[in-house]
C-alpha cells in the first residue's frame, strides 16, 4: 500500500470530528505523527476512542487510531471492518510507528491487542456529518401525549356526572366537589396543552427553513437557509445566552432558544428545534441561561 487515508483529531474534539484528510504515505504519517504536539494534547484529556490521535483508514474499511494514554504512553485502536473494536497500549512513540508499519504493509500485527467494548464505536473513526436541520419528532410526541391529559379528565368528569345520582342530596354534595375539581383541572392541563402547541408551532415556523453546521472543536460555524447563509466564528461571540423554562414539569420544557451575540453587532436567534444543549458546541464561551416562562421566539 502507498497511500492511505489519515487524518488528525485533537482534544476538545467530538466523535466524528477530524480534520487534515487526505492520502498520506507511510514516511509522511510517521512524520505526522512525531510532529504531532503530544504533551500540549494530552494535557487534561481524557484517553478513549475519541482522543487526541492520528487516524488511519485502509482499503478494506479498517481503521487504525494512534492516540494518547496515560503516563505519557500510547494506546492504538483498531477497528476492523467488521466492527471489532481492539486496543493495545505500548510505552513509546516508536512502538507504535512499528504497527502503523505492518498497518500500512498489511501485516500481522494483532498480537498484544485486546478487545474494547464501546457502544457504536464506528462513530469514534468515521466522519460525521456536523449539518443539522429541524428536527421535532420526539418533542411532537411528547407534546401531543400531553394533550390526551385533558381529553382524558374530561371523560372522567362526564363519566362522573353521568354515575351521579341527583334524587340522593347527601351524595351528590361530595360529587359535586369532584367534578368541579375535574373540570378546573381539565381547564387548567387545557391552557398549557393549548400555550405548548402555540409554542410548538411558532418555533417550527421560525426554523423549517434553518440549518446549522457546527462541530466542538472547530472555531467555524455555519448557520442560515439554504438560500442564505453566513459562516460565524466563535471567538468573535460577546454574549451567548440560552432563553429557557427551567421547569422540567411543563409541556414545553424541550423548547427554547438560543441568541449569540457577535462583536460587529450581529445576533443570531437557534430554536432547540435545530441545536439542542447548544453551549456545547461551544466549550471556550461563557454561556449565561435566562429563565423565562415562555420562550416564544420574534
Same mark, same amino acid.
Given at each position: 500500500?502507498?497511500?492511505?487515508?489519515?487524518?488528525?483529531?485533537? !482534544?476538545?474534539?467530538?466523535?466524528?470530528? &477530524?480534520?487534515?484528510?487526505?492520502?498520506?504515505?507511510?514516511?509522511?504519517?510517521?512524520?505526522? /505523527?512525531?510532529?504531532?504536539?503530544?504533551?500540549?494534547?494530552? $494535557?487534561?484529556?481524557?484517553?478513549?476512542?475519541?482522543?487526541?490521535?492520528?487516524?488511519?483508514?485502509?482499503?478494506?474499511?479498517?481503521?487504525?487510531?494512534?492516540?494518547? $494514554?496515560?503516563?505519557?504512553?500510547?494506546?492504538?485502536?483498531?477497528?476492523? %471492518?467488521?466492527?471489532?473494536?481492539? !486496543?493495545?497500549?505500548?510505552?513509546?512513540?516508536?512502538?507504535? /510507528?512499528?504497527?502503523?508499519?505492518?498497518?500500512?504493509?498489511?501485516?500481522?500485527?494483532?498480537?498484544?491487542?485486546?478487545?474494547?467494548?464501546?457502544? $457504536?464505536?464506528?462513530? $469514534?473513526?468515521?466522519?460525521?456529518? &456536523? !449539518?443539522?436541520?429541524?428536527?421535532?419528532?420526539?418533542?411532537?410526541? %411528547?407534546?401531543?401525549?400531553? %394533550?390526551?391529559?385533558?381529553? =382524558?379528565?374530561?371523560? =372522567?368528569?362526564?363519566?362522573?356526572?353521568?354515575?351521579?345520582?341527583?334524587?340522593?342530596? +347527601?351524595?351528590?354534595?361530595?360529587?359535586?366537589?369532584?367534578?368541579?375539581?375535574?373540570?378546573?383541572?381539565?381547564?387548567?392541563?387545557?391552557? &398549557?396543552?393549548?400555550?405548548?402547541?402555540?409554542?410548538?408551532?411558532?418555533?417550527?415556523?421560525?426554523?423549517? +427553513?434553518?440549518?446549522?453546521?457546527?462541530?466542538?472543536?472547530?472555531?467555524?460555524?455555519?448557520?442560515?437557509?439554504?438560500?442564505?447563509?453566513?459562516?460565524?466564528?466563535?471567538?468573535?461571540?460577546?454574549?451567548? !445566552?440560552?432563553?429557557?423554562?427551567?421547569?422540567?414539569?411543563?409541556?414545553?420544557?424541550?423548547?427554547? &432558544?438560543?441568541?449569540?451575540?457577535?462583536?460587529?453587532?450581529?445576533?443570531?436567534?437557534?430554536?432547540?428545534?435545530?441545536?439542542?444543549?447548544?453551549?456545547?458546541?461551544?466549550?471556550?464561551?461563557?454561556?449565561?441561561?435566562?429563565?423565562?416562562?415562555?420562550? +416564544?421566539?420574534?
Amino acid at each position: 500500500m502507498d497511500q492511505l487515508l489519515s487524518k488528525l483529531q485533537y !482534544k476538545n474534539y467530538e466523535p466524528g470530528e &477530524f480534520t487534515a484528510l487526505e492520502e498520506r504515505s507511510l514516511a509522511d504519517v510517521i512524520q505526522l /505523527i512525531k510532529s504531532f504536539p503530544w504533551e500540549e494534547q494530552r $494535557h487534561f484529556t481524557p484517553v478513549g476512542p475519541t482522543c487526541p490521535s492520528v487516524t488511519i483508514e485502509d482499503t478494506a474499511g479498517n481503521y487504525l487510531k494512534f492516540g494518547h $494514554h496515560y503516563y505519557e504512553k500510547y494506546c492504538l485502536y483498531l477497528l476492523t %471492518s467488521e466492527g471489532k473494536l481492539l !486496543k493495545k497500549v505500548v510505552p513509546t512513540l516508536e512502538d507504535g /510507528i512499528q504497527i502503523v508499519t505492518a498497518f500500512y504493509n498489511d501485516e500481522n500485527f494483532i498480537d498484544g491487542f485486546e478487545h474494547e467494548f464501546t457502544l $457504536h464505536p464506528q462513530r $469514534h473513526f468515521a466522519d460525521k456529518d &456536523f !449539518k443539522s436541520v429541524i428536527a421535532y419528532t420526539g418533542l411532537l410526541f %411528547s407534546i401531543s401525549l400531553f %394533550s390526551l391529559a385533558p381529553l =382524558m379528565l374530561l371523560g =372522567m368528569g362526564l363519566l362522573l356526572l353521568i354515575a351521579g345520582n341527583p334524587a340522593n342530596t +347527601n351524595k351528590d354534595v361530595p360529587m359535586v366537589f369532584v367534578e368541579i375539581l375535574c373540570l378546573t383541572t381539565d381547564a387548567v392541563l387545557f391552557f &398549557f396543552t393549548v400555550m405548548a402547541w402555540r409554542l410548538f408551532l411558532n418555533h417550527y415556523k421560525f426554523a423549517r +427553513n434553518q440549518f446549522i453546521i457546527i462541530s466542538k472543536g472547530q472555531n467555524e460555524f455555519v448557520f442560515g437557509t439554504e438560500e442564505h447563509s453566513e459562516t460565524y466564528l466563535k471567538d468573535k461571540i460577546v454574549l451567548f !445566552k440560552e432563553y429557557r423554562n427551567t421547569q422540567s414539569r411543563n409541556p414545553w420544557s424541550g423548547l427554547y &432558544f438560543t441568541e449569540i451575540t457577535f462583536g460587529d453587532g450581529k445576533h443570531i436567534k437557534i430554536s432547540s428545534l435545530l441545536m439542542k444543549n447548544g453551549y456545547a458546541k461551544f466549550p471556550d464561551v461563557k454561556c449565561e441561561m435566562e429563565s423565562v416562562f415562555y420562550p +416564544n421566539m420574534k
